[in-house]
Every structure is written in structure tokens, then in C-alpha cells.
């Protein structure tokens, strides 16, 4: 038994309709497609959602939402997080919590956050900090300073 021994089981395949084949074939003169009209018609095709002229769906329903082109979002960090990741005296940029898989790289930069505590002296740079946040990380001895992304739209 080999691959070009196999075949279909018995009633696995159906033979495609042979239409236009006379009154006693079911599907003869007119084959199955009505009288007259564009549907009858050789190449006929409608568009997905196509409702025969009548306004579509899709249009008739109100739009709703708003995307404002400036706005990005911000992925988000937390002190605890730091305080877990980071050594004493260590650099918290963008691309450090991103190497650490710590954050997804996203438009708008990274925001810290204040939930946890902090008892290493870390120098942050990031897009955004929290005041809970700031009071945390100046409170041990760190610095904290806001940077902008390059490219990015709209401060």
C-alpha cells in the first residue's frame, strides 16, 4: 500500500453540478439562476455587504469614537518593580526596562509609578513620573529627571 493506491471512501466526493442539460435535469434552460435580471447574467459578482442598491449597513449606522493623532500610550512601571530589578546606584532609562523585558517598547514612552517602596538610590530617566513616585525615589537619594522621546508628536 503506497499513496497512489489510496482513495476516497464511497460517498466522500460529490460530482459538481452539470447545469444547462436539459428540461429532466433539474438545472436545464435557465441553470438554476432565475429569469433575466444582473444575477442571471455571465461574470456577475456583488460586493461584500452589497444590499442591491439600498443603503449598506455599514453606512447607515451613525460612527462613533475618536482617535486623537497625537495621543500615545504610555507603558507603566511601578517602584517595586525597580527596587526588585535594579541594583544600588543603577540607570532606569527607557531601553534598560526594555532589554530587562520589564516593558513593551510603545509610542509614548514609559510613565513610573508609586505603588511599593524603594530603598536603592537609582538615577531614572524616563518619559513621565508620578508624584508618588518622585517623593519615593528623591527620598532614598535618587534623582529623577523627565526626558522627551525623539519623533514624538505633540509633547
Same mark, same amino acid.
Given at each position: 500500500?503506497?499513496?497512489?493506491?489510496?482513495?476516497? +471512501?464511497? @460517498? %466522500?466526493?460529490? !460530482?459538481?453540478?452539470?447545469?444547462?442539460?436539459? +428540461?429532466?435535469?433539474?438545472?436545464?434552460?435557465?441553470?438554476?439562476?432565475?429569469?433575466? @435580471?444582473?444575477? !442571471?447574467?455571465?461574470?456577475?459578482? !456583488?460586493?461584500?455587504?452589497? =444590499?442591491? @442598491?439600498?443603503?449598506?449597513?455599514?453606512?447607515? $449606522?451613525?460612527?462613533? *469614537?475618536?482617535?486623537?493623532?497625537?495621543?500615545?500610550?504610555? %507603558? =507603566?512601571?511601578?517602584? &517595586?518593580?525597580? =527596587?526588585?530589578?535594579?541594583?544600588?546606584?543603577? =540607570?532606569?532609562?527607557? !531601553?534598560?526596562? /526594555?532589554?530587562?523585558?520589564?516593558? &513593551?517598547?510603545?509610542?509614548?514612552? #514609559?510613565?513610573?509609578?508609586?505603588? *511599593?517602596?524603594?530603598?536603592?538610590?537609582? /538615577?531614572?530617566? #524616563?518619559? %513621565? $513620573?508620578? +508624584?508618588? %513616585?518622585? $517623593?519615593? /525615589?528623591?527620598? #532614598?537619594?535618587?534623582? #529623577?529627571?523627565? /526626558?522627551?522621546?525623539?519623533?514624538?508628536?505633540? *509633547?
Amino acid at each position: 500500500m503506497d499513496l497512489s493506491t489510496l482513495k476516497n +471512501p464511497e @460517498g %466522500a466526493r460529490r !460530482a459538481r453540478k452539470r447545469v444547462g442539460r436539459g +428540461p429532466s435535469s433539474g438545472t436545464g434552460k435557465t441553470s438554476g439562476r432565475g429569469h433575466k @435580471g444582473q444575477k !442571471a447574467r455571465s461574470g456577475y459578482s !456583488a460586493r461584500k455587504g452589497f =444590499e442591491g @442598491g439600498q443603503m449598506p449597513l455599514h453606512r447607515r $449606522v451613525p460612527k462613533r *469614537g475618536f482617535h486623537h493623532e497625537k495621543r500615545f500610550v504610555m %507603558a =507603566e512601571v511601578n517602584v &517595586d518593580v525597580l =527596587e526588585c530589578k535594579f541594583d544600588d546606584g543603577e =540607570e532606569v532609562t527607557t !531601553a534598560t526596562l /526594555i532589554a530587562r523585558k520589564l516593558v &513593551d517598547p510603545t509610542h509614548g514612552g #514609559v510613565k513610573l509609578l508609586g505603588r *511599593g517602596d524603594l530603598t536603592k538610590k537609582l /538615577i531614572v530617566k #524616563v518619559q %513621565a $513620573v508620578s +508624584p508618588g %513616585a518622585r $517623593v519615593k /525615589i528623591e527620598a #532614598v537619594g535618587g534623582t #529623577v529627571e523627565c /526626558i522627551t522621546l525623539a519623533g514624538k508628536v505633540g *509633547g
